[in-house]
């Protein structure tokens, strides 16, 4: 066989190989938290990399390496799962740099980080202010954590004391103009009430790209046409635009009538629709 | 349009707003979020029941407006 047939037949086999050993070490081998991963990484590259381009190399000793390499980061992930210990010595623990906002020196020379190293990391996570910083961890993948002091934090809801509804995950039901029934089972739907749905914005079935439903089962899509208008749904702003001029009928009644128990009926449902808008408020807003 | 025909449109309005409740009701996946339509959803009902004593008064009083 010529040279180059030998790397393609090579590249081919070693490819496969790479996915394979990629795909039972799951997903924890390409985020490479632990030094572990990191250096069997590396290494898994470089052998097939090697074995690929060095012919005299045998196929069979880089995929041996290789198998090794898998199978005792795969072990060795087994184990730090059972013990502790051992997790720490393989996966290393973070290092504290700054805690109650001030710099650990020491620990920034253990892990020979400068000062303007460590103020770039902090650029790099929007932190200008060194004063802003109440705790940051370096992580064992170096990636700097940072948690900001609580008047820096971005407000929240429960800040404000507001009370907000609480989201569902959005289910999509139409993918690339195919329903996907999955979805649509488990957003508790029928294939008629989506139909039914998609009628109800005026648009045809053909023409829906992707179709997502919210957690009140409102249905929003995206259409082949990006010309036309797109419909949104509108049912919830049109009750809390309801509710407001039914609350605001029965106050003008309440003024209109003469009759003495009409007007503290009046008062009273103006009441009770005027607590139904504050309770719905965060429930009827998009 | 007279008073009576005004609270008439009214009343449908909130028999309207209690339906699209009860859709909303039974469409939300949250549990938070069903409890709470179904109560405003039931206030609804009361404040319909109101509306309706207060048109039948006011065919009473008025009977020409029957129409309307």
Sequence with gaps: ?286 | MTVISNVKQSLSTIKGIESQLSILALNSQDPEAQKTFHEIMNMMNDIKKDLQVRVNEMMLEEPQYKGS
């Design chain 1, 1 to 286: 066989m010529s040279d180059w047939s030998q790397i393609i037949v090579r590249s081919f086999i070693f490819l496969f190989v790479l996915f394979i050993m990629t795909k039972i070490l799951g997903k924890k081998q390409i985020s490479q938290i632990s030094f572990f991963e990191y250096v069997s990484g590396i290494t898994i590259g470089s052998i097939a990399g090697e074995v690929i381009m060095g012919l005299d190399g045998n196929i069979g000793h880089g995929i041996l390496a290789i198998g090794i390499f898998g199978l005792v980061t795969l072990s060795v992930g087994f184990i730090s799962l059972k013990s502790n210990s051992f997790r720490d010595f393989v996966e290393g623990k973070g290092t504290i740099f700054i805690k109650d906002g001030k710099i650990m020196e020491d620990n920034l020379k253990k892990e020979k980080y400068s000062t303007d190293e460590l103020t770039t990391l902090l650029r790099q996570k929007d932190v200008f202010n060194l004063a802003d910083v109440e705790f940051a961890v370096l992580e064992p993948t170096g990636d700097i954590s940072i948690l900001l002091k609580k008047e820096n934090r971005p407000i929240t809801p429960k800040d404000l004391n507001v009370k907000v509804a609480n989201d569902k995950v959005p289910q999509t039901v139409i993918r690339d103009g195919q329903i996907v029934y999955d979805s649509l089972a488990s957003a508790g739907k029928s294939l008629k009430w989506l139909t039914d749905e998609i009628d109800k914005l005026e648009v045809t079935m053909d023409n829906v790209f992707y179709g997502q439903v919210d957690s009140y089962g409102d249905l929003t899509v995206d259409l082949y046409d990006d010309k036309m208008k797109q419909p949104t749904p509108q049912t919830r702003p049109l009750l809390m635009a309801m509710l407001k001029k039914c609350q605001a009928d029965m106050e003008i009644f309440e003024l209109e009538t003469e009759s003495e128990s009409a007007k503290n009926m009046y008062k009273k449902n103006a009441k009770k629709l005027n607590d139904a808008i504050n309770t719905l408020s965060p429930y009827l807003s998009n």
